[in-house]
């Protein structure tokens, strides 16, 4: 069973940076990966795709953070990261990785963490 950690949420004021972290409990070498990459979801809203990244590295964003987060790979610490950079109140949430396997399509999730971004 993969299992999926996300850590380095946290408060921030609006124009600040946080930098998030995903970590897979194996290596990728191991793991026939499709995508990986991180969902958010804000009160009273539908979980929505932040940032996804193939397994032939292209990368893809949504349009409200294109140009201001960036997704990126430690594969030697097997953690998937997000860079968030000029954030906005809108950006606050919980944020979700995610990895998603080629052959089978199966799902994993890590439990989230919250970013919350003041005005």
């Known amino acids: 069973q993969v299992q999926l950690m996300e850590s380095g949420g946290g408060v921030v004021q609006a124009g600040g940076s946080l930098g998030l972290s995903c970590a897979i409990s194996?290596?990728?070498?191991?793991?026939?990966?499709?995508?990986m990459g991180w969902y958010r979801q804000a009160p009273g809203k539908q979980r929505e795709l932040v940032a996804t990244?193939?397994?032939?590295?292209?990368?893809h964003y949504a349009d409200s953070v294109n140009g201001r987060f960036t997704i990126s790979t430690d594969n030697a610490k097997n953690t998937v990261n997000l860079q968030m950079n000029s954030l906005k109140p809108e950006d606050t949430g919980v944020y979700y990785c995610?990895?998603?396997?080629?052959?089978?399509?199966?799902?994993?999730w890590g439990q989230g963490t919250q970013v919350t971004v003041s005005s």
């Open positions: 995610y990895l998603r396997m080629i052959f089978t399509a199966r799902e994993y």
């Open positions: 194996e290596s990728f070498r191991n793991l026939t990966i499709l995508d």
């Open positions: 990244l193939t397994r032939t590295g292209n990368s």
